[in-house]
């Protein structure tokens, strides 16, 4: 908060000024009083949109809409004047900080902050919503936390921002790259399921410090925000299970603001729902705002006798709100030494033992299908029900892989070995045979094998499939009836086998080293590519793998000559003369054979030396097993 510049309008409307709030990219916010005595926040609109009749027209639109919400965790709109020479919006003023200010001051919220700020979120939403609103600009600075709660503010007015102006530009996006929807960055419509996208980085940001798709540049936040599977490993399991829906990356698939109120529940009542800083902050907003009402307001005259007094108002203001700072900071300083007690906890957001659950997330999207074990996924039911006749279930060296033996009941003694593949990439079969599979499309090809494929409905560059060394008509009906059966239990849910939680499966491989850390290593810019669920390269000059190797024998046996230790770990290294790569056993496996992981450096026809190759490859294993959950 700052005193008014000499000269400024004390009076806008019908409204006294006595302060500025801040100043952002669509304008300045001055502290107001209305006529009633009430405190208003008075957004004047950026001089550059002024010149644009069409902003004009759309500010004065979403204004008018804007003024239909209400509720107890928004800023209501109060006033406007979208044909003012500057245009204005006014609406009810709330002190406190922001939720950015909020975290950079007291660090991650506790978890009944966390489940405080979310049921707020998410009741803002439902009011912005039912106005027919998209807010298309949630951030963390959009936000305010103030004594009973969060509250939402600047709704509807990023659509009036959006088209041909001065300032932005056909193609242009509005909104904050870390925070907006896939969608919004591609530069699609948007709907209200954008906004919940919003709300789930929000609380990834509000408990770890961080946007989940943060980058080193904004191109590169906005591919993780459109390409890349937020890393979510550092949550308490009940915020990953409110956030993760949030964060799918299919509009369709994300809870409505009234399914995460059903999940959350009622929220307990306090009188201090925040961390000791932020009320710190709060009251040292409020003595700031008094003081500023305190003063006199100053008369507008030309240069005279009178403009000593003049100045000596505006610095009283400016010390009076000094000592209000310094009061503030003090307190908070003193209050934050408190913190780390408070942070040991954990950062979680409990759910009340009535709640309904959240719906699920998508099942074919990857984030829910890499945690499928695909040789756990269908028992004898499943198959009795498909009309099949489960044998034995083997290994097989990929882990989204499984080969099912099942009996031909025409033939007892020929049992078909179908192997079943929830993640590989999609390839272009032609002469393929067209079908569908429980109502998705499939096709069937035919060589040396009978292979039936259906695209991922969640990600088209995915197929599902299963294949059969037997082409017969008998052959194939059974690789058709795996697959439908597999298709319908991961549609269906149930008992389905997924890896533990402290296997490398369950992450994404693109997102569980962080881009920079991999460009640090490499000296260069790289490109993303996922291979599958399980395994992802980056791109350069040379290229740089992560994934499981294949399942290794029950042994566990790592042999060779070429032996390391990497921090701690027994791994294995092999180069030829293209690459360099270094593997390792990461856990025992259920069915007593070793999840068993490998990073690799291709030299890219000689790029870089094979001993160079060597040294970035076990670089990159250390990387990889610092982050890795202990087994």
């Known amino acids: 908060m700052k005193p008014l510049n000499p000269g400024e309008p004390r009076q806008v409307g019908r409204y006294r000024l006595v302060a500025a709030l801040g100043e952002g990219g669509m304008g300045r916010v001055l502290l107001g009083v209305s006529q009633d005595g009430r405190l208003i926040a008075l957004k004047q609109v950026h001089p550059g949109f002024a010149h644009d009749e069409g902003f004009r027209s759309r500010f004065r639109r979403e204004v008018q809409t804007s003024r239909m919400v209400s509720g107890a965790y928004t800023a209501a709109v109060m006033d406007a004047d979208p044909d003012a020479p500057t245009p204005w919006l006014a609406s009810v003023f709330v002190p406190g900080p922001s939720l950015r200010e909020a975290v950079d001051a007291a660090g991650p919220l506790p978890p009944d902050s966390l489940r405080f700020l979310a049921v707020g979120l998410a009741s803002a939403l439902t009011e912005i919503h039912r ?55 591609n530069g699609h419509p948007v709907t209200p399921a954008s906004d919940v996208f919003s709300l789930g980085a929000l609380l990834v940001m509000a408990a770890t410090g961080q946007s989940p798709f943060a980058g080193t540049s904004t191109p590169q936040t906005l591919y993780n925000v459109v390409h890349s599977q937020a890393d979510l490993r550092m949550l308490h399991p009940a915020v990953r299970r409110l956030a993760e829906p949030c964060l799918a990356k299919d509009p369709a698939a994300r809870p409505t603001p009234a399914q995460i109120l059903d999940f959350l529940g009622a929220v307990t ?115 009795a029900a498909a009309g099949q006749s489960l044998e034995r279930v ?79 008509e008998a052959g194939c009906s059974s690789t058709q009836a795996l697959l439908a059966a597999a298709i319908k239990k991961l549609r269906t849910g149930g008992d389905i086998g997924t890896f533990p939680e402290e296997s490398f499966l369950n992450f994404d491989p693109c997102t569980f080293l962080k881009q920079d850390e991999v460009e640090s290593l490499a000296g260069e810019v790289l490109t993303t590519d996922p291979d599958g669920l399980h395994e992802c390269t980056w791109r350069g000059t040379s290229s740089y793998v992560v994934g499981p190797f294949n399942v290794s024998m029950p042994t566990g046996r790592m042999e060779g000559q070429n032996i390391l230790d990497v921090s701690g770990v027994r791994a294995l290294e092999e180069h030829d003369e293209d690459s360099c790569s270094v593997t390792w056993l990461h856990r025992k496996t259920a069915r007593e054979s070793f999840e068993q992981l490998r990073v690799r450096v291709n030299t890219h026809d000689g790029k870089i030396t094979v001993d160079e190759a060597c040294k970035r490859a076990k670089d990159l294993a250390t990387l990889v097993i610092a982050k890795l959950p202990k087994p």
Request: proline share 10%; charged share 20%.
């Open 131 to 185: 106005a027919g609103l998209v807010h298309r600009d949630l951030k963390p600075s959009n936000v305010i936390l103030t004594d009973d709660g969060p509250r939402v503010i600047d709704f509807g007015i990023a659509r009036a921002v959006e088209g041909e102006t001065d300032i932005t530009h056909t193609g242009s996006i509005i909104g904050s790259p870390g925070f907006m929807s896939p969608e919004q960055a």
């Open 269 to 383: 009542p306090s009188a201090n729902p925040w961390p000791p800083v932020v009320h710190a902050s709060i009251a040292a907003q409020k003595a700031m705002v008094n003081q500023a009402l305190s003063l006199p307001t100053p008369v507008e005259e030309t240069p005279s006798e009178n403009t000593q007094p003049k100045k000596r108002g505006r610095a009283a203001l400016v010390i009076a709100m000094c000592l209000v700072v310094l009061l503030g900071v003090t307190t908070a300083v003193v209050i934050s030494l408190t913190r780390s007690t408070s942070q040991q906890t954990g950062h979680g957001v409990s759910s009340t033992s009535a709640s309904p659950p959240l719906p699920p997330p998508d099942p074919f999207n990857p984030v829910s299908l890499r945690k499928v074990d695909p040789c756990a996924l269908l028992g004898e039911p499943d198959l």
């Open 394 to 472: 083997e290994n097989s060296v990929k882990f989204e892989e499984c080969a099912y033996s099942i009996k031909d009941p025409a033939d007892p003694s020929k049992p078909h070995r179908i192997t079943l593949n929830l993640g590989q990439e999609k390839t272009a079969k032609p002469g393929a045979t067209r079908l569908t599979i429980e109502g998705l499309e499939a096709t069937k090809f035919i060589d040396n094998t009978c292979t039936i494929t259906v695209t991922n409905p969640a990600d088209s560059a995915l197929t599902i499939h299963a294949w059969n060394l037997r082409t017969d």
